[in-house]
């Protein structure tokens, strides 16, 4: 099965908002209400930020939000802090019982 | 507080084994799914296998099917991952991280440190 599709990079200014897409198919996103957003810094293990596609775990900030339409999650991240410099990775359950995560995508505040 | 601590990793020659250990503290255990994941250098995470709690069913990635054995002791917390006929693309930093619930599902909310595999001659 392939990775969830990811852009690359986006980039934005402290202030900002920003959103990460992920694209997936009827046998993941599409199917189940469970998706995940990690971020990691460098050198670091990954950290949930949303799980369940818009749950926030305690102690994530509001500023970070997940939805999904059909196949496809967001990830949107509200008023950009330098510190949200970082890879994200999205991850979804899927119908074969496996899981699968986006290819990931850095986010670069400018 | 919740901890995982991986080792186990290290050089390894292809074809070759290694077991890596994840020791847990902070937490009930045995009511938890657990799970591996990989990443290789400069690559994203990839999903290898998870366990779900008290050891009900066991779920493995294509990629590493019949080749790696995932298996935990809820008696001294530990999950491992034993890895087998390794390929020079099971090279990794390879993550321990429990999971939200006693099923397998995608959120990960403690993760390890992480233990490098190298695969070299």
Redesign the interface.
Known sequence: ?S?LTQPASVSGSPGQSIIISCTGTNSDIGHYN???W?Q?LPGK????MI??VSNR?SGVSSRFSGSKFGNTASLTITGLQAEDEADY?C???TNT????????TKLTVV | EVQLLESGGGLVRPGGSVRLSCVTSGFIFSNYAMTWVRQAPGKGLEWVSSISGSAGSTYYADSVKGRFTISRDDSKKTLYLQLNSLRAEDMAVYYCAKGVGYYLGSDFDYWGQGAQVTVSS
Request: charged residues 10%; hydrophobic residues 30%; aromatic residues 20%.
């Open positions: 099965q990775a469970y998706v995940s990690y990691q293990a990954p950290k949930l799980s369940d775990p990775f991850s979804s359950y019982r496996t899981v699968i995560f986006g290819g990931g």
